[in-house]
C-alpha cells in the first residue's frame, strides 16, 4: 500500500486517478466532473451534481469492476475501510491539491491549508519577501499568518520530501 501525499489515503498503487477537473459554482454547492484514469486508460467519468448528493463514476461495468477492486483496498489514513465515494472524493482532492500547489510554486507562493471542527478544509497561499519557493523559510514564517475563523489546525505543504506538516498559526 501506498499513501497518497495530499489525503493520506492509502491506495494498492498509485495509477489511478483523476484528472481534468472541471466545476461550476451551483447556490447550493460545486458540481464537478472529472476523468478517472488508470495509467492512460480512461476509466470513467467522476461525477458530483453538487445539489448534496453523492459524489459517483459513470462508467461501463467492466470499467466499474475495475475502479471497484481498486477502491475495495483502500483505506483512510487511520486504516478504516472506505466507500467508493470516499474513494472518488479523496482522487479529485488529491489532483485539486496537486493543481493547487503546481500553480502556486510557479507564482512563487507557498500552500497551507486550515480545517474546521468538521475537518473540512479550506486553503490559500502566501508568499515569502524573498519571491521564492524556500520550503524552510516558509515554515519559519507559517506561524506568523492569520488563520480563518474556525480553524482548529494548519497545515503547510513542504514539498514532495516533507509532504503537509503541521503548523500552530496566530
Not at 461525477?47 to 448534496?52: A, I, M
Not at 467508493?84 to 493543481?99: F, G, I, Q, S
Not at 502566501?126 to 480563518?148: E, I, M, Q
Amino acid at each position: 500500500m501506498i499513501t497518497l501525499p495530499h489525503t493520506g489515503m492509502q491506495a494498492p498503487h498509485n495509477r489511478m486517478r483523476a484528472t481534468n477537473l472541471n466545476e461550476v459554482d451551483l447556490d447550493c454547492g460545486v458540481a464537478f466532473t472529472a476523468l478517472l484514469c488508470e495509467g492512460a486508460a480512461v476509466v470513467g467519468t467522476i461525477v458530483n451534481e453538487g445539489q448534496g448528493g453523492p459524489t459517483y463514476l459513470r462508467a461501463a461495468h467492466e470499467a466499474h469492476g475495475a475502479f471497484s477492486a481498486f477502491a475495495t483496498q483502500c483505506r483512510d489514513r487511520h486504516g478504516a475501510p472506505l466507500t467508493e465515494e470516499h474513494v472518488l472524493d479523496n482522487l479529485v482532492d488529491e489532483h485539486e491539491y496537486a493543481r493547487q500547489i503546481a500553480s502556486a510554486e510557479r507564482r512563487k507562493r507557498h500552500v497551507v491549508r486550515y480545517f474546521d471542527t468538521a475537518d473540512i478544509p479550506t486553503s490559500g497561499t502566501f508568499a515569502l519577501r524573498s519571491g521564492r519557493v524556500d520550503y524552510n523559510a516558509a515554515w519559519k514564517a507559517a506561524p506568523r499568518l492569520t488563520a480563518p475563523a474556525g480553524a482548529v489546525r494548519a497545515e503547510i505543504w513542504m514539498g514532495d520530501d516533507r509532504g503537509w506538516v503541521a503548523f500552530t498559526p496566530a
